[in-house]
């Protein structure tokens, strides 16, 4: 059974910065794609960032430039940095890894940004 768990979450004022960081634990298949997710109260949930085990990254159009991520899918990490925060990126991020057959979800963390 592969866990994983995502930290880093928090408050933060409008232009500010934070930095989310993601490890899957348990059994350890080979992960091809790992990401973060993020669902806003009454919205659906959708794709912020991912990285291929190829280190190919794809952003939704709203982050781009402004949020970064990186990790290294073969030690189970990946990790969102977050900057020039507005307050419509607040919402619950989701770490997500694809293995062959499989996905995993994290729990979330809440990230909060006050205008």
């Known amino acids: 059974q592969v866990q994983v768990v995502e930290s880093g979450g928090g408050l933060v004022q409008a232009g500010g910065s934070l930095r989310l960081s993601c490890t899957a634990s348990?059994?350890?298949?080979?992960?091809?794609?790992m990401g973060w997710y993020r669902q806003a109260p009454g919205k659906q949930r959708q794709l912020v960032a991912s990285i291929t085990r190829l280190g190919a990254t794809n952003y939704a159009d709203s982050v781009k430039g402004r949020f970064t991520v990186s990790g290294d899918l073969t030690k189970n990490t990946v990790n969102l940095q977050m900057d020039s925060l507005k307050p419509e990126d607040t919402a619950v991020y989701y770490c997500?890894?694809?293995?062959?057959?499989?996905?995993?979800w994290g729990q979330g963390t809440q990230v909060t940004v006050s205008s």
């Open positions: 348990g059994s350890s298949p080979s992960i091809y794609v």
């Open positions: 997500n890894s694809k293995y062959l057959l499989r996905e995993y």
